[in-house]
């Protein structure tokens, strides 16, 4: 069976050493916000194998950029953000967009628009 490629939004932070205890309170409430929009088909989360830093990647996947556009402009979304904001050293979004690498030099690899601060593979703020 073929599948067809998805959208994947990436949020990669780093919790703040000392609010750790408070992140590992509010995550789990967060994740059930988030994984309770019907927008999102799949979502895996990773942290650095080494274990040298607390640095964390929340992976969501939608079927298409309109799924994704709903899932970001939700009050949930907003909040979640914006609480990980308060408890991370660093905090980044972005939007990943199925592409194809042409095996024929003759045809360009697509690139996002650079004006465009919405463009997939750019940050999401």
């Not at 609010?19 to 927008?39: K, Q, T, V």
């Not at 907003?78 to 690498?101: F, H, Y």
Request: include cysteine; charged fraction near 30%.
């Amino acid at each position: 069976m073929i599948h067809a490629p998805r959208y994947r939004y990436e949020i990669t932070y780093a919790v703040a050493e000392e609010c750790r205890e408070e992140y590992d309170r509010w995550i789990p409430e967060a994740m059930i916000g988030w994984l309770e929009r019907s927008e999102v088909e799949v979502f895996q989360s990773y942290r650095d194998s080494t274990g040298a830093t607390l640095e964390l990647k929340l992976v969501f996947q939608f079927a298409d950029r309109d799924s994704w556009a709903t899932f970001v402009e939700s009050e949930v979304h907003d909040e979640n953000v914006d609480q990980l904001r308060s408890l991370s050293e660093s905090l980044t979004a972005r939007l990943w967009k199925p592409s194809v690498i042409p095996l024929n030099a003759d045809d360009p690899i697509e690139t996002p628009a650079a004006c465009d601060p919405a463009a997939e593979g750019e940050p999401y703020q």
